[in-house]
């Protein structure tokens, strides 16, 4: 195979344990959106459900309509804004739809009206993310009408509400963030009064807030990330990276000192050493801004990339793995020190979740 994502079987196992171990009674939403983040939907999403989370979830319509067909028949909240006109095929494959607006809102529950069905809904609440959801009406802790108005139109059961969190992950985004939990606790009971309700799922904690701050995991909790081992620093648990890149040696140059490599000659050989041409480029999800800036790991060293990386290939020195092989494995990310996706994020200066969502679909995921 020429490249390929190993995904393990046993680290998301793990991963998923020690998460609701440290959720307690609260149920469990698995993230699955970006096909579950570049390891694979349907395949993690069986896992998850095996595992008892009580809820999966997705981005678009689309991604939850593929689980539906797959025979995924967990119940699934689409975290996007759905177009209208697919009101019939939510309802009839049982999905759970966001409403953060009140013009979608009412679009919703004309056409569940239409057809004399019922859509279950979670109302989302904008209390400091500036993207989707209902925003506060005058004081920052008060439900909008528009909110209310949303929660008694026909045709919508509101089954939960919930917010998001944008410094929960971040360094320094304590008062921040516990200053959105408050927001969202305080309208959530106006919202029920104001509305004659009563959610039965109130949920807020991402990734950030189950690693550090125990008191937004309220009746339902979504890890993203860590459900696919990162961060893998978080006191108190044991998260291992579930994907590993891998590629293989398709052919080993010679280098004279003064050769150069790939498109630009941004490599030049400074002494006479060995190159291994590499069939993994940007197409594959390899970013071309870590040309001259990374390393890969063949028989347990570091092989530093060099020259340009090309659509389907990319190069690296051998010049000190005398015993590599054409053939040879070489690991872009895993989980060995100094080469995760997280570390290999940072010479990006980009995150873990843009590399695992950026291996692209004509890499096959091996699941072991």
Request: proline letters at 5%.
């Amino acid at each position: 195979m020429r490249t390929w994502a190993e995904c393990s079987e046993a680290a998301l196992r793990s991963n998923i344990r020690e998460l609701r171990k440290r959720l307690g009674g609260a149920a469990l939403v698995g993230v699955v959106k970006a096909n579950a983040y570049g390891h694979g939907d349907i395949w993690a999403s069986k896992i998850l459900v095996e595992e008892g989370a009580a809820y999966l979830s997705v981005a678009t319509a689309e991604e939850a309509i593929a689980l539906r067909g797959a025979g995924i028949s967990a119940p699934i909240l689409i975290f996007g804004i759905t177009p209208p006109e697919l009101a019939p095929e939510l309802i009839g494959l049982g999905l759970t739809q966001t409403v953060a607006d009140i013009e979608t809102a009412e679009a919703y529950s004309r056409a569940a009206q239409k057809f004399d069905k019922t859509m279950k809904c979670h109302l989302k609440l904008d209390t400091g993310m500036g993207r989707l959801g209902f925003q506060s009406a005058g004081d920052a802790r008060l439900a909008s009408p528009e909110a209310v108005l949303a929660l008694t139109l026909p045709g919508l059961e509101f089954e939960g509400v919930y917010t998001h969190f944008a410094m929960s992950g971040e360094s320094g985004g304590e008062t921040y963030t516990r200053g959105q939990l408050a927001k969202f606790n305080a309208i959530v009971p106006e919202l029920e009064r104001a509305a004659g309700i009563r959610f039965a799922l109130r949920h807020a904690a991402n990734s950030g807030a189950v690693a550090g701050y125990p008191e937004a995991i309220l009746d339902m909790a979504r890890p993203g990330i860590m459900l696919y081992g990162y961060p893998d620093n978080v006191p108190g648990l044991t998260l291992t990276p579930v994907m590993e890149l891998k590629t293989r040696i398709a052919q080993i140059k010679r280098l004279a000192a003064g050769d150069s490599v790939s498109y630009g000659r941004r490599y030049t050989a400074a002494r006479p050493g060995r190159a291994a041409v590499l069939p993994i480029g940007y197409a594959d999800g390899l970013p071309r801004a870590l040309s001259n800036n990374m390393c890969v790991l063949i028989n347990g060293k570091p092989a530093r990339q060099i020259g340009t990386i090309c659509m389907d290939m990319c190069v690296v020195d051998l010049t000190d793995i005398p015993e590599a092989r054409a053939g040879d494995t070489a690991t872009v990310f895993g989980r060995e020190k100094g080469f995760t996706a997280e570390e290999l994020a940072a010479r990006l200066g980009t995150i873990s979740y843009e590399l695992l969502c950026g291996v692209a679909n004509r890499v096959p995921r091996i699941c072991i």
